[in-house]
C-alpha cells in the first residue's frame, strides 16, 4: 500500500508536537497499541529530525510516520531525506509542494479559504489540511459543496465529540494533536495507558461510522 492510500485508509493523524524527546518513542508505541497507524511529529519540536529517524527505524513497520509544521522547501527536503513519508504544513507554500512531490512523499499543505484550498491542490496537494479547523463541522460541509472533489484533512478542533461529523461532512482524514496526544502531561505509565485507550476510542469512532 503507497504512502497517500495507507493514509486515506487509516485516516487519524496523530500529531505529536513539544514532547520531550525521551518519551516520543514510547507515545509512539502506546498510539500504535491503539490502533493508530500515522504519526506526524511537528517540526518545531525539540530535536525533530532525529526523532523522524528514530522513529522511522524503529517503528518502520508499524507507523507511517511524517513531518509536520513544514514552512520551506529546505525543510521538506531535510525531512524526507530523515525518513519521512509525508509532509504536512499550516500554510500553502508552492516550493514546499513540489519539493515534497519531487522526492516522492505524499504533501499535505494547509490552507483554510476557498482560494487557498484549491490553489494548494492544484499546485500538487494530495490532501489539504483545512486549518485550524476550530471545531467548524458546517465549514468543511460547505467548502465540500463546490470543491466536492478536492479531499480535506480537518485539524485543529478535531476531538472524540466531533470526529464523526466531520467524516460525515465529507473529510477524508483528520489530524490530531492534544485532543489526543497531550505533550503539557507528565509521560508516566498511567498516561500511556490513558494514551492507548484514547486512541482506541478515536479509531473505533472512525471505523463504527
Known amino acids: 500500500m503507497n504512502t497517500l492510500s495507507h493514509i486515506l485508509k487509516h485516516k487519524i493523524v496523530s500529531i505529536i508536537r513539544g514532547a520531550d524527546p525521551n518519551d516520543v518513542l514510547k507515545i509512539a508505541e502506546a498510539l500504535h497499541e491503539g490502533g493508530i497507524k500515522i504519526l506526524e511529529v511537528a517540526f518545531?519540536?525539540?530535536?525533530?529530525?532525529?526523532l523522524i529517524k528514530e522513529l522511522s527505524l524503529k517503528m518502520e513497520n508499524k507507523l507511517l510516520?511524517?513531518?509536520?509544521?513544514?514552512l520551506d522547501a529546505a525543510t521538506a527536503k531535510q525531512a524526507i531525506e530523515a525518513g519521512a513519508k509525508f509532509i504536512i504544513s499550516p500554510s500553502y507554500n508552492d516550493g514546499v509542494i513540489q519539493t515534497?512531490?519531487?522526492?516522492?512523499?505524499?504533501?499535505?499543505?494547509?490552507a483554510y479559504t476557498p482560494t487557498e484550498i484549491v490553489n494548494a491542490f492544484n499546485a500538487g496537494g494530495d490532501i489539504i489540511k483545512v486549518f485550524p479547523a476550530s471545531s467548524n463541522v458546517n465549514y468543511i460541509k460547505e467548502i465540500r459543496a463546490p470543491l466536492h472533489h478536492i479531499p480535506l484533512m480537518p485539524t485543529g478542533g478535531v476531538t472524540l465529540g466531533n470526529i464523526k461529523e466531520f467524516q460525515k461532512a465529507g473529510a477524508v482524514a483528520f489530524g490530531i494533536g492534544s485532543?489526543?496526544?497531550?505533550?503539557?502531561?507528565?509521560v508516566t505509565s498511567e498516561y500511556l495507558n490513558k494514551l492507548v485507550i484514547t486512541a482506541?476510542?478515536?479509531?473505533?469512532?472512525v471505523k463504527n461510522l
Open 179 to 186: 485532543a489526543l496526544v497531550n505533550t503539557k502531561e507528565k
Open 44 to 50: 518545531n519540536s525539540p530535536n525533530a529530525l532525529s
Open 65 to 70: 510516520i511524517g513531518m509536520g509544521t513544514v
Open 200 to 205: 482506541r476510542e478515536f479509531i473505533s469512532l
Open 100 to 110: 515534497t512531490k519531487q522526492l516522492g512523499a505524499v504533501s499535505i499543505p494547509g
